[in-house]
């Protein structure tokens, strides 16, 4: 399998593109935590980013819409759940681990929900940084928690 790769400069640093031909695979920021997805093959392509390159820069220009980008994301049946949920919630809003759960009728799935969101490997887009402590508290975030107050304070900041 071949996979394609970008870097694209951002506020918040360099962000690491990954995809293959079904759809984005991976978006890192500067500081994830996780090994990004290697392939043994893999090729720089700035022209297969050109449209999701676009999509960024309008979002980090403060501009609010709903990213439009094939994905292939590769997890458990649970953890595309939850990674769907997180694409349905709206831009410069929050939920807790356990409203997933409520939401998914496990209401006693919080742990589960944390372990996936944290599996995410498309951040931003799958904004796995909308999910805060049930004390209202930033939690856990494998982008680093500076990271994921900016992207938070710069959601609440943009326009509709």
Avoid at 1 to 16: A, D, E, F, H
Avoid at 141 to 148: D, M, S, V
Wanted: proline share 4%; charged share 20%; hydrophobic share 40%.
């Amino acid at each position: 399998m071949v996979q394609y790769r970008y870097s694209y400069r951002s506020p918040l640093g360099l962000i690491t593109l990954t995809a293959s031909d079904k759809g984005l695979t991976s978006l890192s920021l500067p500081e994830y935590k996780y090994d990004v997805p290697v392939c043994s093959e893999h090729i720089e392509n700035k022209l297969m980013f050109e449209d999701l390159v676009s999509q960024l820069d309008r979002y980090f220009s403060g501009e609010a819409f709903a990213f439009n980008v094939a994905l292939d994301l590769q997890g458990t049946a649970f953890q595309q759940r939850i990674w769907e949920m997180l694409q349905k919630i709206p831009a410069g809003e929050t939920r807790c681990y356990g409203d997933l759960a409520n939401q998914i009728g496990k209401p006693n799935a919080s742990r589960a929900v944390g372990a996936a969101n944290g599996q995410n490997p498309i951040a931003i887009i799958v904004p796995c940084h909308r999910i805060i402590g049930k004390n209202g508290k930033l939690t856990g975030y494998a982008g680093g928690l500076a990271a994921k107050a900016w992207l938070l304070a710069h959601e609440k900041t943009m326009k509709c």
